[in-house]
């Protein structure tokens, strides 16, 4: 059984900085490209990042660029998102989702069930 499990989430001053993780079972985690994608209640799912297979490759949405850093270790099945200089805007539920696919692709099979991150003073 595929399982994502993300914590690290928690309560954080505007330009302060957590690191989510996302500890993946059921799978082999280092054959698969791997996301984080947040969620405003009440707005729809945005991207954040993505990170291919072998960390060889790793895109950002505009938003988070220059602040956040996708990283994984599949020694350990783990994926992690290092936010730098948060900002009120970046308050969400974080999601890490799993692609079917070797390289990154906007498609997801599984889903994560999401650690809360609130960015406010």
């Known amino acids: 059984e595929v399982q994502l499990v993300e914590s690290g989430g928690g309560l954080v001053q505007p330009g302060g900085s957590l690191r989510l993780s996302c500890a993946a079972s059921?799978?082999?985690?280092?054959?698969?490209?791997m996301s984080w994608v947040r969620q405003v209640p009440g707005k729809g799912l945005e991207w954040v990042s993505r990170i291919s297979s072998s960390s060889g490759g790793t895109l950002y949405a505009g938003s988070v660029k220059g602040r956040f850093t996708i990283s994984r270790d599949n020694a350990k099945n783990t994926l992690y998102l290092q936010m730098n200089s948060l900002k009120p805007e970046d308050t969400a539920v974080y999601y890490c989702?799993?692609?079917?696919?070797?390289?990154?692709?906007?498609?997801?099979?599984?889903w994560g069930q999401g650690t809360q991150v609130t960015v406010s003073s």
């Open positions: 989702a799993k692609s079917p696919y070797k390289y990154m692709s906007d498609d997801y099979d599984y």
């Open positions: 059921g799978f082999t985690f280092s054959n698969y490209a």
